[in-house]
């Protein structure tokens, strides 16, 4: 009787050294995440809480850390049960449309609305009525037309020409300047852009100046020399149309 009396102490004293174990060992466990779908339970027993609560105010969520914060904030709210609407901008140089029927109309008579470019002068003639042909030695020949082609002043004649065919006039005349070329070139200038005819200077091969102008049907060529004498030799050709 005793002996069972023991095994039965030793027994009791067993179970409650296992139950101490046992206890101690799970509270120095650490603390399991709860399964996805008791969490899942858990969050709608919270709303429906919530939900049922007075005041209707539910604690917000907390925004997960990073970027995706960042990008909730940028966007702008927008009522629950309503679409998001981008409603286009129109600029402020492109006014809104009016629809009106008012029509762009020309005037009853342009040309007294359209500014008039101002006339240009006529240009006058080189010559006015063609001379008699004829060449001479040593002087100009009768009725030289010395208003289409002049001669500076100082200048010895050596020999002139005029040949009248219908209502062109061809003129040559041939002389030697005390000028310099340079003078007698400013002196032919200044004559073809009083008649305004367009004129271009160039310089030969043999060192001689040359000097064209013309306009419409009008041309001339004066070429010009330094003699070694310190002279200057002109050579001047025109041929020129008479205008009735």
Do not use: C
């Not at 008039?116 to 001479?136: F, N, Y």
Request: without cysteine; charged residues 25%; negative net charge.
């Amino acid at each position: 009787m005793k002996f069972k009396s023991l095994i039965a102490v030793i027994l009791s004293l067993v179970a409650i050294l296992f139950v101490v174990a046992f206890t101690l060992d799970w509270m120095g466990r650490p603390e399991q995440p709860a399964p996805a779908g008791q969490q899942a339970n858990a969050a709608a027993e919270d709303a429906a809480k919530g939900a049922d609560s007075p005041s209707g105010d539910v604690e917000p969520s907390k925004a997960p850390s990073g970027k995706q914060s960042d990008t909730d904030d940028a966007k702008p709210s927008q009522p629950e049960g309503t679409s998001a609407k981008v409603e286009a901008t129109r600029p402020s140089w492109n006014p809104q449309p009016t629809h009106t029927d008012e029509r762009l109309e020309l005037p009853e008579d342009p040309e007294k609305t359209a500014s008039a470019m101002p006339s240009a002068e006529p240009r006058q003639p080189a010559l006015s009525k063609a001379p008699k042909s004829g060449a001479v030695e040593g002087k100009l020949t009768k009725g030289f037309p010395k208003e289409a082609m002049p001669l500076p002043a100082s200048t010895t004649i050596e020999r002139s020409s005029v040949d009248t065919q219908s209502s062109l006039v061809m003129v040559g005349v041939q002389g030697r300047s005390k000028q310099s070329v340079e003078e007698v070139l400013a002196f032919y200038e200044e004559h073809f852009k009083d008649l305004q005819w367009l004129a271009s200077t160039s310089t030969d091969a043999d060192g001689n100046t040359r000097l064209q102008a013309g306009f419409g049907q009008d041309t001339a060529t004066v070429t010009l020399h330094q003699l070694p004498t310190g002279l200057t030799e002109i050579n001047a050709a025109g041929v020129f149309k008479v205008e009735d």
